[in-house]
T-cell receptor, first 111, second 114 residues
Framework: DADVTQTPRNRITKTGKRIMLECSQT?????MYWYRQDPGLGLRLIYY???????NKGEISDGYSVSRQAQAKFSLSLESAIPNQTALYFC??????????FGQGTRLTVV | AQSVSQHNHHVILSEAASLELGCNYS??????LFWYVQYPGQHLQLLLK??????LVKGIKGFEAEFIKSKFSFNLRKPSVQWSDTAEYFC????????????FGKGTMLLVSP
């Protein structure tokens, strides 16, 4: 089983719909991140959390929200999806003094 | 705030050619540095990392990187690339103190022709 699991892996949704992307990890890490990948732009940080009670905005948080339901779970929501949110989304975890471990990604298409 | 600059967006090489991908970061303090690789259709995987000690770091699959503090650089090298090295490569940095985030460069797409 993967250390960091994202669901769904692929999703097509309509403009205006609410959608949730889920991430769970078995690494026991306290830090979790949501990134968005677009061609030529690399990975940009949407939100991050250093523990269950700590949520922080990243560089492109507008239009997104998150929930840290437990140390192992970190969900990303698009309240009202728009086409320019079409992208590849990655969840990552990191422990203190370690590198980041990534999930397989969720390919989201907003039509 | 930290930032990362990768000099080449696309690199095309023939098999057996040598590779060097540039990475410069901007941050005034101590840093941890990483190179990640993303093969087509896959997630990011760690190639190598630098936390402290020997500035020449060896990673998986024959890759290495050299941390040059005075130049704020962490360039990735491989003496002889293979077709299977075709992938996108990302340099990343974070500050090891406090609660810093991991900042990525925009990536370099490497295409190795057989």
């Amino acid at each position: 089983d993967a250390d960091v699991t994202q669901t769904p892996r692929n999703r097509i949704t309509k403009t205006g719909k609410r959608i949730m992307l889920e991430c769970s990890q078995t690494k026991g890490h306290d830090r979790m991140y949501w990134y968005r990948q677009d061609p030529g732009l690399g990975l940009r940080l949407i939100y991050y959390s250093f523990d269950v009670k700590d949520i922080n905005k990243g560089e492109i948080s507008d239009g997104y929200s998150v929930s840290r339901q437990a140390q192992a779970k970190f969900s990303l929501s698009l309240e009202s999806a728009i086409p320019n949110q079409t992208a590849l989304y990655f969840c990552a975890t990191r422990g203190r003094g370690t590198e980041a471990f990534f999930g397989q990604g969720t390919r989201l298409t907003v039509v | 705030a930290q930032s990362v600059s990768q000099h080449n967006h696309h690199v095309i090489l023939s098999e057996a050619a040598s590779l060097e991908l540039g990475c410069n970061y901007s941050y005034g303090g101590t840093v941890n540095l990483f190179w990640y690789v993303q093969y087509p259709g896959q997630h990011l995987q760690l190639l190598l990392k630098y936390f402290s000690g020997d500035p020449l770091v060896k990673g998986i699959k024959g890759f290495e990187a050299e941390f040059i503090k005075s130049k704020f650089s962490f360039n990735l090298r491989k003496p002889s690339v293979q077709w299977s090295d075709t992938a996108e490569y990302f340099c990343a940095v974070n500050a090891p103190t406090g609660y810093s985030t991991l900042t990525f460069g925009k990536g370099t797409m490497l295409l190795v022709s057989p």
